[in-house]
Structures are given as structure tokens and as C-alpha cells.
């Protein structure tokens, strides 16, 4: 028993440690959150580059005007849990808040309380569509308006117009707020137009948790380089990025490694769990791409994967339950670097109640002239047109299975994808799977760990007569001397 | 410690496997929505230009205005300003003007979501009125026309003591002062 205690001791730091309340659960008295755990951005990054972060009330926290007194650069405001400030009390109208108005997004604390230190990010692709003296909107690829408030204007590294990948440098988190400082955060918050009934400020708070979560989850080793021969991607290693609900990933034996995931495929036009291998290739090249099976876990007979290579995306549908353990994708050009990957979504179709299964196990480059044999001067085909699947049972995507998404598509007068995904990943993004520990990675079992705890907290009091008192609040802390 | 440690690991105690109903509400819940472009009152948009006469552009701006697939929108008082940022089914305007800066956002996209339709409806959305928000001293005015959702921020250089950033009546005079100066169908 004292050994499962210290293993449970032993956990990594920040899986530990990380905790946050529910949402809609705010401050005691600054208002009526609203319970929505939606994620209204899947696959989001967090909006600032490193953890750790901290989403808490400004206003209601230590050193605000409603808060218990205090500084703002108290322990206690860099502490988790996170707490939801959507919908917090204010004056003006917000309709999805149950008072009918409240704050608009989430006001989150980078990791120390210095100013024009901590970094700002993209958390999609996107087009930056205006910038002011503290604000900074990002139009998405996906078609949401996210923005950020109180970067130092100095420090924005970006321009009205410019595209942006995700994980970009945007700016530092600052007091900003031209004339009259603030506190030291980031307001961040996002608009879509829903149901074509005008824009709407949706909930922040649980795309926050599960993108910050994804970045705890970030290993510190870089995704590794695949030779010029190619390799293995496997899901045990930091290439690997699982996305969506944790609970509905589960874990099995076998397969490279001795452990894989896998999910049950179901009806959707979006995914909801979806895996992705970051490759990085040591030099360009064409290779035979390969996905791993286990038939216990893969059954799926139109699984989609997708290929971003060489700056190209090529769609595979693949009948998951034909012979193994390597099912050939196709002949694809990759170039050096990285920026390309290979995903696998869950929404094939296929009715939840077949439990058809959907792998993510690892994934194989074989260069197709192997290093050091000459090619007898053989004129490469083009670059992926026409390019015959290898394998029975693997076409290109067919018109039967619905587009994971279809963005807004990127500024620039280019037109949209019509398939846009809600993640398209990038360089430099090193995401880990969702899932927090592996622990008894039994046949089927579902991972046991989540990634967070709820605390026992109080429930928000009904919602507060809105007023100025929060802009008075700010009007005071600006002359609270910085700490 | 014994109890202490029975209790931890009772905690993390592996979680009952989703059953199907389940699983597919939590997929649900993470899944995207669904974005489709929204459908463009051409008639009406054009209507409006040829009665309002548009504005007088820079012959660049209007150049870019004109290019757009969606119906152009600016205060026809800060029209001969302002920069436009496009994607395929948005535009974002940006209108300097003396001590703010006003920004112009237009959706021509939407997220389906219908699970929030009623809320929507219960708040007056569709009605044509416009909805007025406000945070960290960045007004905001939210309303559709010809089919497009907009938004008309407004950020001050002095946000605490500018009235154009806590009263709206500014941001809804500008919301009144627009004019259709250029897009295509």
C-alpha cells in the first residue's frame, strides 16, 4: 500500500497539481456562472505558451476591488484551481449568461505576476484582423473571432492581416489598457456567429481546461526526427497527440510498443476524438506510409486518415479490419522539416452502437528508394497525383463521409478548404495526448486517471446586481502599487 | 497512512467505461460545430447601396471592397478611414478615429448550434435590435444585417473617461451611419 502511495506521489508535477472548479461555479457573490462543459474550440492551443497559467477572476480575486484584500501578485491568485469567470457580473447584456449579462471570456493570470514577461500565443490559424492599443482579434480558419486583451502594445508581434499558425508569438501578457493600467492578465475571450442569429460570446472556460491540459501533457523532449529511411511514430512517444473527451479514449495491449488507444466510431459531421503523429523528416522524400492495427481494437471499415505532407493534404479511407499488423496508406512526397502529420478521426459513419473500433496505435515511413541505393536514374512520379492506393480495402476519401469540418477557411482572399479541421497543427507544437496516466492499460479499459479534479467549492450566488463597481475596481488597482 | 492511501487510490479508482449513449453525448460535447456559410440577402444589400449612395472611397479601398464576396459595410463618417482584412466569408474594418478606434468584424459564416437556439431566441436575437456588451472598456454592439452577423467595437485612448466607450449612443450612431459600398455576389 505505501508503494501505490508513493507512486501516486510520484506523478508528474503538473498532473498532479492542476485543478480546476467547474465551470459556470465563479466567486461566491460575483454572479450566476453558467454550467456548459462544451468545448466550443476543440483542439485549440492554450493561449499562452507556457504553464503554468491560472483563469481566475481579476475583479473578485486577492487585490481586486471585490476580492478579500490583498495584492494581485499574491500566492493565491498564481494557485489552482482555476476558477470559471465567464459570466461573472457585469453590467452589459450577455444572453448566454443566466442573468442575461456578465463578462464575456475568461481572465487567466500568466505563471508569475510580471509584466511583459510571459508569452502570448495564437491558439488557432488565423488571420489577425485588427489591432488596438490593447486588443488583438484573431479571426480562425475554423470561423472563430478570438481575442486578446492587455498585451503590452511593444511586444505585439503581429500585424493587421498576417496569417498566423497556431502557437505563434502574438505578444506579452501585460497591464495594458491604454491610459490606466490594469492587473497583469490576459482577458481572453470568443465570438462566433451561431445558428445564424447574430454573434455570440460562448463559453471559454472548458476549451481553456482541455487545451492547457494538452499542454501540461507536453513531454519537454522535441518530437524526434524521423531518418532518411523513415521510422516508426508510436503512440508512447512525444510525437503523439490524442484529442478529445479523455473518457472516451481507451487503452488496450498490444501493438508497437505493447500499448495503444483506441475509441468506438460514430455519427458526426466533426470528430470528437481525433489522434495525430507529428512527423519530422530529416530530409524530403517519398515514402510508403503504413498505419499499425491490432484487429482486437481496429474494425472500423471506413476509418478516414488524413496526410498534411508537403504542404498537401491527401485523405485515406481505410477498412480498418482487413489483415494486418501494417495497413498500407499510400506512395506521398514528404518534405524536410516538419508541419506534417498524420490524423485519424472517430466520426467514419458508422453508427456508435456497432462498436466499430477506431486504432491509434502508431504509424510507419518507409522511404521508397531506400538511403544509399541509387535510383538507376528512374524520373520520381509526381508529387502524390495519382498515386494508386497500395492495399485493397484503402481508397481515397469518398463523398460518403462527412468532412470533419468546414472552416471559414483562412484570410487572404484564399478560398476555404472544404474540409477544414478544427486543428491543422503545426511546427513547433508538441502536444501530448489528453490522456493523464496510462496506469493499468488493461484490454479495453478505460484510462483511469483523469486529467482533473473538481474541488469542492461553492456555488456562485445568484446573480449580483450588476453595476460599475468593476470598473471601479479596476480604477483601483491600477493605483495599487506593483509588486 | 494505510487509510490515507486506500483513499487516494480509491479516488483515482478507474472510472466506469462510458456506455454508448454516454459516449456519444461526451463526443458531442468535444466535437466541432458544424460551420456553413450564411445565406446573403443579395436583393436587399443591393437595394440598400443603390438608396443610400454608399460612400466615397479611397480608389484602393473601394477596389478591395468591390473584390469581396459579401455585402461591404461601413459609417459612411469614417468610411474613407478605414482597412479592410478579408477571408472568404468575413471582413474585419478597421476605422481610426480621433482618440478610439473602431473595428467592424462581419460574419458570413455561422456555427450551428442548435442546442443554443432557444436561448438565442429568448434573447431577443433575430429581432433586428442590436445587443450592446461591454468589457474592459471595449464597447460593443452586435447586430445583422442582409443575413451577416456584425460587431462594432469601440476602443478608446482614454477608456475610462471616454464616453464613447461607456455610452453607447456613439456606437449605435455609427451602427445608424452604415452604408453598403461595395461587395458581389
Given at each position: 500500500m505505501k508503494r501505490a502511495l508513493l507512486l501516486l506521489l510520484t506523478l508528474p508535477a503538473n498532473a498532479q497539481e492542476f485543478r480546476h472548479d467547474p465551470p459556470g461555479q465563479l466567486v461566491p457573490g460575483s454572479g450566476q456562472g453558467r454550467a456548459d462543459d462544451r468545448v466550443y474550440v476543440p483542439g485549440m492551443r492554450f493561449p499562452i505558451e507556457a504553464a503554468p497559467a491560472f483563469a481566475n477572476s481579476q475583479v473578485w480575486g486577492n487585490g481586486g476591488l471585490n476580492g478579500p484584500g490583498g495584492g494581485q501578485c499574491d500566492a493565491v491568485n498564481y494557485s489552482y484551481p482555476w476558477r470559471d469567470n465567464y459570466c461573472e457580473s457585469r453590467q452589459w447584456d450577455m444572453p448566454l449568461c443566466p442573468a442575461g449579462t456578465g463578462h464575456q471570456g475568461q481572465d487567466i493570470r500568466p505563471a508569475t505576476c510580471e509584466n511583459r514577461r510571459?508569452?502570448?500565443?495564437a491558439a488557432e490559424n488565423g488571420t489577425i484582423t485588427s489591432i488596438g492599443g490593447y486588443s488583438v482579434n484573431l479571426m480562425s480558419d475554423s470561423g472563430t473571432l478570438h481575442r486578446y486583451l492587455h498585451m503590452d502594445p511593444a511586444s505585439?508581434?503581429?500585424?493587421e492581416g498576417q496569417q498566423v499558425r497556431r502557437g505563434d508569438f502574438m505578444g506579452l501578457v501585460s497591464n495594458a489598457f491604454n491610459d490606466t493600467p490594469t492587473t497583469i492578465h490576459l482577458h481572453y475571450d470568443l465570438q462566433q456567429n451561431v445558428n445564424g442569429q447574430g454573434?455570440?460570446?460562448?463559453?471559454t472556460y472548458m476549451s481553456l481546461i482541455r487545451s492547457y491540459e494538452e499542454l501540461l501533457g507536453r513531454p519537454a523532449e522535441p518530437c524526434d526526427v524521423l531518418p532518411a529511411a523513415g521510422g516508426v511514430v508510436d503512440d508512447q512517444g512525444p510525437c503523439f497527440h490524442a484529442f478529445g473527451p479523455p473518457a472516451t479514449w481507451r487503452a488496450g495491449n498490444g501493438g508497437e510498443g505493447g500499448t495503444l488507444r483506441w475509441t468506438y466510431a460514430w455519427v458526426s459531421a466533426n470528430p470528437g476524438n481525433w489522434a495525430r503523429w507529428d512527423l519530422h523528416l530529416a530530409q524530403a522524400g517519398r515514402h510508403h506510409v503504413a498505419v499499425r492495427v491490432v484487429p482486437e481494437f481496429a474494425s472500423s471499415e471506413r476509418a478516414l486518415y488524413r496526410v498534411r505532407h508537403q504542404g498537401q493534404q491527401t485523405d485515406f479511407i481505410v477498412d480498418l479490419s482487413q489483415p494486418g499488423p501494417w495497413i498500407e496508406l499510400g506512395e506521398l512526397a514528404f518534405a524536410a522539416g516538419g508541419d506534417q502529420w498524420i490524423e485519424v478521426y472517430d466520426n467514419t459513419g458508422e453508427n456508435r452502437d456497432l462498436?466499430?473500433?477506431i486504432i491509434a496505435d502508431a504509424v510507419r515511413l518507409e522511404a521508397v528508394v531506400p538511403v544509399g541505393v541509387p535510383d538507376m536514374g528512374v524520373e520520381p512520379p509526381p508529387p502524390d497525383q495519382g498515386v494508386e492506393p497500395r492495399d485493397r480495402g484503402v481508397a481515397p476519401r469518398d463523398e460518403g463521409v462527412e468532412a470533419p469540418d468546414q472552416g471559414a477557411g483562412g484570410g487572404g482572399g484564399v478560398e476555404g478548404d472544404a474540409a477544414v479541421r478544427p486543428d491543422r497543427g503545426v511546427v513547433g507544437d508538441r502536444g501530448v495526448p489528453p490522456l493523464q496516466d496510462a496506469g493499468e492499460t488493461g484490454d479495453g479499459q478505460v484510462f483511469s486517471v483523469p486529467r482533473a479534479t473538481f474541488d469542492d467549492g461553492c456555488q456562485g450566488a445568484p446573480?449580483?446586481?450588476?453595476s460599475w463597481w468593476w470598473a471601479l475596481g479596476l480604477l483601483a488597482l491600477r493605483r495599487r502599487p506593483k509588486s | 497512512m494505510k487509510k490515507l492511501a486506500l483513499l487516494a487510490l480509491v479516488g483515482s479508482a478507474a472510472a466506469?467505461?462510458?456506455?454508448?449513449?454516454?459516449?456519444?453525448?461526451?463526443?458531442?460535447?468535444?466535437?466541432?460545430?458544424?460551420?456553413?456559410?450564411?445565406?446573403?440577402?443579395?436583393?436587399?444589400?443591393?437595394?440598400?447601396?443603390?438608396?443610400?449612395?454608399?460612400?466615397?472611397?479611397?480608389?484602393?479601398?473601394?477596389?478591395q471592397a468591390d473584390a469581396l464576396r459579401l455585402p461591404v459595410l461601413l459609417p459612411a463618417s469614417l468610411a474613407g478611414s478605414a482597412r479592410l482584412v478579408a477571408g472568404p466569408t468575413w471582413y474585419a474594418?478597421?476605422?481610426?478615429?480621433?482618440g478610439a478606434q473602431v473595428v467592424l468584424h462581419a460574419f458570413g459564416h455561422t456555427h450551428v448550434r442548435p442546442e443554443l437556439l432557444a436561448e438565442q431566441k429568448a434573447a431577443g436575437y433575430g429581432s433586428g435590435?442590436?445587443?450592446?456588451?461591454?468589457?474592459?472598456?471595449?464597447l460593443q454592439v452586435a447586430f445583422e444585417r442582409f443575413g451577416l452577423a456584425f460587431t462594432l467595437d469601440v476602443e478608446c485612448a482614454s477608456p475610462e473617461t471616454d464616453p464613447r466607450c461607456s455610452d453607447p449612443a456613439w456606437a449605435l450612431g455609427l451602427v445608424d451611419d452604415l452604408v453598403v459600398v461595395g461587395g458581389r455576389p
Open positions: 510571459h508569452r502570448a500565443v505585439v508581434a503581429v500585424r454573434t455570440v460570446f460562448v463559453p462498436e466499430r473500433r446573480g449580483g446586481g450588476a | 466506469a467505461p462510458p456506455n454508448a449513449v454516454e459516449e456519444v453525448a461526451l463526443k458531442a460535447r468535444e466535437a466541432a460545430a458544424v460551420v456553413v456559410p450564411v445565406q446573403i440577402d443579395w436583393p436587399a444589400a443591393e437595394a440598400a447601396r443603390a438608396a443610400d449612395g454608399g460612400a466615397i472611397l479611397p480608389e484602393s479601398l473601394q477596389k474594418a478597421t476605422l481610426p478615429t480621433d435590435e442590436p445587443r450592446v456588451s461591454r468589457v474592459h472598456a471595449l
